[in-house]
C-alpha cells in the first residue's frame, strides 16, 4: 500500500502514517496519542499535530530514535 501522496510541491506523508511505516508505531491510534502527547519531535521541534505533512529530508525523532523522511524509499 503506498501511503505518500503527490502535491504541487513535491511527494508528503502525513507524520501518524510515516510512524506506522517505519513500525515506530504498530497502530495508528498509538501514533495518534504519542503524537498528541508531545512525544514526537520534526526537525527538532516538539509536533502535536498527526496530520503534519512530512518531505524529503524532514527529520523525525521519537522513543531515543530518529529518522529522516524520504516518502519514496522503505
Known amino acids: 500500500m503506498d501511503e505518500t501522496t503527490q ?3 513535491g511527494p508528503f506523508i502525513k507524520l501518524d502514517q510515516f510512524l ?8 495508528g491510534g498509538h501514533a495518534k ?3 498528541q502527547d ?3 519531535q520534526v526537525n527538532g521541534e516538539t509536533e502535536t499535530r498527526r496530520g503534519r ?11 531515543g530514535k ?3 523522511v524520504d ?3 522503505r
Request: charged share 20%.
Open 66 to 68: 530518529s529518522w529522516s
Open 20 to 27: 506506522k511505516w517505519i513500525g515506530a508505531v504498530e497502530t
Open 7 to 9: 502535491t504541487a510541491t
Open 71 to 73: 516518502p519514496e524509499q
Open 33 to 35: 496519542q504519542v503524537i
Open 53 to 63: 505533512k512530512l518531505r524529503l529530508g524532514d527529520q523525525v525523532a521519537f522513543g
Open 38 to 40: 508531545g512525544q514526537v
